[in-house]
């Protein structure tokens, strides 16, 4: 049977185009996003816009959230985001950028986005150095512990950030995690506030690291760009001293996204 409702008349979506327009929805939303709120955004009906999240959701495309009526990114669209961003070109561009920022400053320099429990690790350029931090490309590292998580975390809206920390397990991985709510919102505000957040031991002994934003055009947190390194060689305030060679490099990323 045809849906011939008037808003879908009005949004005049042909059949094969819907589903690609809820996936770009879901992924353009910065939380999940409820049926209701899919269906007055693109003008389908109610009965159509369920069937398609049921295929879309059955299909790994995307997931139920939490409160059991929004949707956000699944897996499968969460690779299809990946592998868009590491299409040969752009990661051959992407990684010459990296490597300038590594070789200048001497230590690994990593690309990661926000999956669904932790920051997943997309591009990385390994310093020279023998003594180094393995993280490979498809790590995933926790949000509270590690620079670029908390980076993410404070580049969410309030209601957002607060809906992620009802869930978030603030786990120690070292005796400097924070691991209450209440100073890891503390730090949040600190690092929306000055541009970049820092790991001072937090994830692993012995590490520090420093993460800026990588932004989309619309000014979001698309990635972050981040420096770790082994104190033997940096401390956490050399590390900082960084910050403004890295937030550039975080700008030519931005143009070749742009292209």
């Not at 819907?18 to 955004?41: D, K, Q, W, Y």
Request: hydrophobic share 40%; aromatic share 4%; with cysteine.
């Amino acid at each position: 049977m045809t849906d011939t409702s008037a808003s879908e008349t009005k949004g005049q979506i042909p059949t094969n185009l819907r589903l690609l327009l809820i996936l770009e929805e879901v992924a353009r939303a910065e939380m999940p996003v409820a049926a209701a709120t899919l269906s007055e955004t693109l003008g389908l009906p109610k009965p159509t816009i369920h069937r398609l999240l049921a295929t879309a959701e059955e299909e790994g495309f995307l997931q139920r959230d939490i409160d059991g009526r929004s949707y956000g990114p699944g897996r499968r669209l969460r690779k299809l985001a990946g592998n868009t961003l590491s299409s040969q070109r752009l990661r051959t561009e992407r990684l010459i950028i990296m490597q300038a920022l590594a070789s200048e400053v001497g230590e690994t320099c990593n690309l990661a986005a926000p999956g669904r429990y932790g920051m997943v690790y997309l591009d990385r350029v390994e310093t020279h150095w023998p003594l180094r931090i393995q993280l490979p490309v498809g790590a995933k590292v926790p949000f509270h512990c590690t620079a670029s998580g908390k980076l993410y975390l404070s580049s969410l809206r309030n209601d957002k950030l607060k809906h992620v920390l009802s869930w978030l397990q603030l786990d120690p991985s070292t005796e400097k995690s924070i691991t209450d709510v209440d100073s890891l919102l503390e730090e949040l505000a600190s690092t929306r506030a000055r541009g970049f957040s820092t790991d001072n031991e937090e994830f692993m002994d012995g590490m520090v690291a420093i993460a800026v934003p990588v932004r989309d055009t619309e000014s979001r947190l698309l990635t972050t760009l981040s420096i770790h390194a082994p104190r033997q060689r940096y401390d956490l305030d050399r590390l900082i001293g960084m910050v403004p060679l890295v937030q550039e490099t975080a700008k030519r990323l931005e143009a070749l996204g742009r292209l």
